[in-house]
DNA sequence: ACCTGAACACCGTTCAAGT
DNA sequence: ACCTGAACACCGTTCAAGT
């Protein structure tokens, strides 16, 4: 029975970063404390540090295991060929700002500022999301010249939004993405 | 002779802020630990005390004194009103990633996401500059909401373009940034 | 009014010792 | 192989005492 989830008293590497998912969810960046890690898993540090070497080797891990959820979450980016690439921008816009884990991808870019693992981690998720959206422009019938430009922008304007709303965005908010990307499609 | 500058031995609560920018500018927002401040001006720790209440006062200080500089940095947009519209929205784009306190800028708006008064601090900053941006659309003739959405479309893009550069933005990027605004101004 | 010096709390890290 | 327990270093905070 390999892979099961803390069975009995002791503890895989991924119980501690399921644990570390958890926390930033619930309370953001400030609170993944060694200590809170350690109540919640029920050991004491020491056990930690069997498992990483220190705290910025358990980041880079959390963030190695997020931008593997984030590429699955977004692989069906590919799977969206069949959509109209107008259809497909909305769709990738939307999930990037509607993001469930919306407080985890913060801490992730966060994080990568300060840390060069993290950081490597954050890039590769934005490169593929980036490649996508160039192709929906592409497909849009733009040259790769002008594709790239454009998408180039409104990757930059979805990570501006991100970083500006202090809540999930609303509705008004949500109209006023849909014409910024009419305007984006505009030749 | 008030308002003079660490005049002998003991220190004005400026000469914290002061020494607070030289090494946020320096070495990022990590490196602006207290013992730090007290080696650069070679006082203990009690000192600092005197002066703020704890960390998050420091920072508020700081914050507030940075939106000011922001805002003295920023009041030229307005006696830009002779120039063309698009030609305002491309200065303010070059003022603002051009920055030369471009690793001032960013300290602020990671700090504005944990405490509050410096989110206060930023968001007043912001909204100058939104309405700014705002108005150069609504001077080049988009009635209210249009101008609106185009706005805060731009801003967010200048947001992101900040967050997305690991070094201060090249030649190639530049253009890019041009051609953005150009397709920005098309009705 | 402004600062020192010493104490303390918090938290990341180490490591010998346990099972 | 995985964890405990105790020690330590680092850094923010307090405060009585100095000038």
């Given amino acids: 029975m390999p892979k099961g989830r803390a069975n009995a008293g002791r503890l895989s590497a991924d119980d ?26 029920g050991v004491t540090k020491g056990s930690f540090y ?27 980016f590919a799977d969206l060929g069949h959509l109209t690439p107008r259809a497909r921008l909305s769709q990738m816009m939307a999930s990037l700002l509607g993001e469930r884990q ?36 592409a497909d849009a019938g733009f040259d790769a010249d002008e594709a790239d430009m454009r998408a180039n922008s409104v990757f930059a304007a979805g990570i501006g939004f991100l970083h500006l709303s202090d809540a999930p965005p609303g509705a008004r908010m949500d109209a006023q993405r849909e014409r910024f990307l009419d305007l984006m499609l505009t030749r």
């Fill in 50 to 76: 069997w498992h990483f070497a220190d705290m910025a080797a358990y980041r880079s891990a959390l963030a190695h295991a997020w931008a593997q959820l984030h590429d699955r979450d977004r692989r069906h």
């Fill in 102 to 137: 919306w407080t985890l991808e913060r801490a992730m870019r966060e994080w990568a500022r300060t840390d060069p693992a993290v950081a490597e981690s954050v890039r590769a998720a934005d490169h593929r999301v980036l490649d996508a959206v160039r192709h929906a422009f």
């Fill in 16 to 41: 501690w970063i399921q644990a570390g998912y958890a926390i930033l969810a619930d309370d953001g960046l400030e609170a993944l404390k060694l200590d809170r890690l350690c109540t919640r898993l």
